[in-house]
Structures are given as structure tokens and as C-alpha cells.
């Protein structure tokens, strides 16, 4: 541990912040997962592209379809590549509380300085605050890693802002990945200060989102590594320039990434998003892969649409780059 357990919260506020991306990981024809190509899209990520952290084993990373001892090696894998230069936040998130201390635990001990854990699934109620404070309480007394919490409608619900605000008082507490409406993220934004860090995935609200909030952390999803280029970073652009108070210039640069978005979001079949990123990220020059069932793979139509969309969105590939300036 880089910290204690009271210090989690310092810790945090000085070391988590930047651009954050959530993984996806490749998987072989086999499905097995593809440690070298894996190990190459991080070595890229963190040294060609500049981003802070990793975010590991959520949703991107397909964990479930993971089994435990993957979601623990896949951890691994990130800690051992990119640990030093980079943040890890792992994803503990499962139905069964044992599973999520277990995995807590093992994150913990491999040296991550942050897991985050989202809202689970919760039958048969109608109220539910006090479950879920009981709920992060339980897991924050377990570790001493600083913790970030998660709430998305995927659970069925969403946290409100008054109880993100109490749980958050928690001493591993650390940020909260709040994957909900902006007026709720602003609002809990206002009532917990500096105490902890609030996100939200969307990449379109995040130069809003240091302008208007103040906010330092995008935590996080896969446009870090699937908007940008090592000669195109223009995420990494607009963002140090809002942060230093650029704001007129960071404008025009975010801007100039709406074709990227657009092609990106046309081409999206709606029942296949980590096939499609993965497709995407090969056109890169990255390693994509396999997605595992349930999910499912882009047809050939799919891809053809995809490729024609990529290739006039706008980005700068390395090769196109060179091509230009010999020109």
C-alpha cells in the first residue's frame, strides 16, 4: 500500500486525476485472453498516448464473462505493465459481496492504489438507501485501498446525490464513477467539495465539465485510446489546455473531434458496442480481438460501414502523419 487507510482521501486528491480509460481487453480466436496484445494496447496507451490511469475489469473489459481467476490476472496484467508510470483503478463489482471483497483484497494486495465498486442489483425493494451505505460501509471496512464508488442504470437504479454525499464520508472513499443525468453530478458535485472526486464517463461533457466544475478526473471509458492517435492527441490537447485556463483554444480543439464522435456513433449497431470498439481499435493499430458471448460480433456489412466511416472521420494515423510532412 502506497498509503493508509486515513490517508486515502490525501492520497487521492493529490495522485487521481487526468485522463482515465477504462479497458477493453482482446480475447483469441479461442477466447482466451490475449496477454501480449493486451500488454501492447497499455504500453501504447500510457506511452504514446499520455493517459493517467486504467481503469480495469468493468464493464468495457467484459467482466462478465470473466472467470475469477481472469478478472484477478487481468488486474495483474495492468499492474505489472503500466503501474509505475500510470494510475489503476480495478473493478471489484459482482452480485455476491464475497466475490467483491475477495477481488478487493487481491487488488490491494498486487500494489493497485484504487478499485471501484458499483451499485448492485437489489431485488425485491423499494427503498434502499441504507442498504447500500451498509453495502460500501461493509467493503470499505474490508480494505484499506481508497475506493470509488459507481452507480449506473445498469443496476436498476441510480444513487441519489444525498446518498453519494454520506457514503462518501467514509474514510476509503475516495470518487464516485456517476454514470447519471448532469444535473445530478453537478449537484453532488456541489454538496461533497473536495472531499471526494466526481466523473462521469461521457467524453462530451468533460470539457464542460473542468470549465463549469472544476473537475480534474475523466474516469472514464475507451475514448482516450479510441479517439486519439500518437500523432493526433487531441483529447490529451483540449484537456491540459482547459485545465491551465485555455479555455478559448481547448474549445476549438475539443470541437474539431465531432466528426470522430459522429463516426464513432453512426456506426455503433446498438446490441454490439465492445465488438465495434474493438473493430475500431484495430483500425488503429491496435489489438481488438474477440468479444465473448453474450456479446455479439459485427457482421462483414458492419465492418465495411465502420472502415468507411473511420477513414474519413479525421484522424491522424502515425503513417498518413509521416505521408504529410513528406509531401
Known amino acids: ?74 488486474m495483474e496484467i495492468v499492474v505489472d505493465e ?38 448492485p442489483v437489489l431485488h425485491f425493494l423499494t427503498s434502499r438507501d441504507e442498504t447500500l451505505y451498509q453495502y460500501y460501509k461493509t467493503v470499505s471496512e474490508q480494505v484499506d485501498v481508497g475506493i470509488a464508488m459507481w452507480s449506473h442504470e445498469d443496476s436498476g437504479y441510480l444513487m441519489s446525490p444525498e446518498l453519494c454525499a454520506r457514503i462518501a464520508e467514509l474514510p476509503n472513499i475516495v470518487a464516485i464513477k456517476y454514470s447519471v443525468p448532469r444535473e445530478m453530478y453537478v449537484r453532488l458535485t456541489r454538496m461533497v467539495g473536495d472531499n471526494i472526486q466526481v466523473s462521469t464517463a461521457s467524453e462530451a461533457e468533460w470539457f464542460d465539465n473542468i470549465v463549469e466544475l472544476g473537475w480534474r478526473l475523466y474516469l ?5 485510446y479510441l479517439f486519439q492517435t500518437e500523432v493526433d492527441r487531441r483529447m490529451r490537447d483540449y484537456t491540459d489546455l482547459a485545465i491551465k485556463g485555455e ?65 474519413i472521420c479525421g484522424l491522424t494515423l502515425p503513417g498518413a502523419a509521416a505521408k504529410s510532412s513528406a509531401a
Open 1 to 74: 500500500m502506497r498509503y493508509s487507510r486515513r490517508d486515502a482521501k490525501d492520497y487521492a486528491r493529490t495522485h487521481m486525476k487526468g485522463i482515465w480509460a477504462a479497458a477493453l481487453v482482446p480475447f483469441n480466436e479461442d477466447l482466451s485472453i490475449n496477454e501480449k496484445g493486451f500488454c501492447k494496447n497499455l504500453r501504447h496507451w500510457v506511452d504514446d498516448l499520455g493517459i493517467d490511469g486504467i481503469f480495469i475489469a468493468g464493464k468495457q473489459s467484459e467482466f462478465f464473462s470473466m472467470s475469477l481467476a481472469e478478472r484477478k490476472r487481468s
Open 82 to 119: 503500466v503501474g509505475k508510470q500510470a494510475g489503476v483503478i480495478a473493478s471489484c463489482s459482482d452480485q455476491n459481496m464475497d466475490t467483491v471483497i475477495e477481488l478487493a483484497k487481491h487488488a490491494q494486495g498486487i500494489g493497485a492504489p484504487y478499485i471501484v465498486v458499483h451499485a
Open 220 to 224: 472514464c471509458s475507451s475514448p482516450p
Open 247 to 311: 479555455v478559448a483554444k481547448a474549445k476549438v480543439i475539443r470541437d474539431s473531434l465531432n466528426p470522430v464522435r459522429e463516426a464513432f456513433r453512426r456506426t455503433r449497431p446498438a446490441e454490439k458496442p465492445p465488438a465495434h470498439s474493438k473493430y475500431w481499435q484495430e483500425l488503429m493499430g491496435q489489438v481488438g480481438g474477440r468479444v465473448r458471448p453474450p456479446m455479439l460480433e459485427l457482421t462483414d456489412a458492419e465492418k465495411e460501414a465502420t472502415r468507411r466511416a473511420f477513414e
